[in-house]
């Protein structure tokens, strides 16, 4: 069964973000997915062929979490968009992040850090499926430095092509229009 890519269109208007480097984005996102399909295919006729002990075999194994991951990652960047209002402070999410970081803008103020860090990456909000615990992680790749047993909660991609085009070097500017455009039930409802 073949991944594929969803239709953000819905994105298109976006306060901050434009609607070029979105489509070059979602291109991007669409890229992934059809990447991971075609390592997927030839793991699979691989193994089928036996040469699953192969080099050739171990390296496409490596790429399948590159890309399965900017695949994934992308869709819950794009899912996280699109909101028009600000978080509820008085509603459940804001609570637990108040429970765990003393306040919303304590939160937001380690995720906005965790996002402006030289690099390029990910800025994701986690929560640890065993403790239920929230925290801010930074990401180098796609595919390395994912915390074991966590879920994203919130993600933001701040790679160069999801800012640069529209803000250059800015990318706190960019910071700023992602966390405008946060549509605050999906991380919410991402929360165990």
Sequence with gaps: MAYIAKDYSKLVGMMGLSDAMLANHVTLYQGYVNNTNKVLDTLASMLKDDQAGTPQYAELKRRAGWEFNGMRLHELYFDNLGGKTPLDK????????TAEFG???AWEKDFRATGAMRGIGWAILYQDNVSGRLFNQWINEHDTGHPAGCAPVLVMDVFEHAYMPDYGIKRAAYIDAFMRNIEWSVPASRVK
């Design 103 to 105: 306040s919303v803008e």
């Design 90 to 97: 008085a509603g459940s999410f804001a609570v637990k992040l």
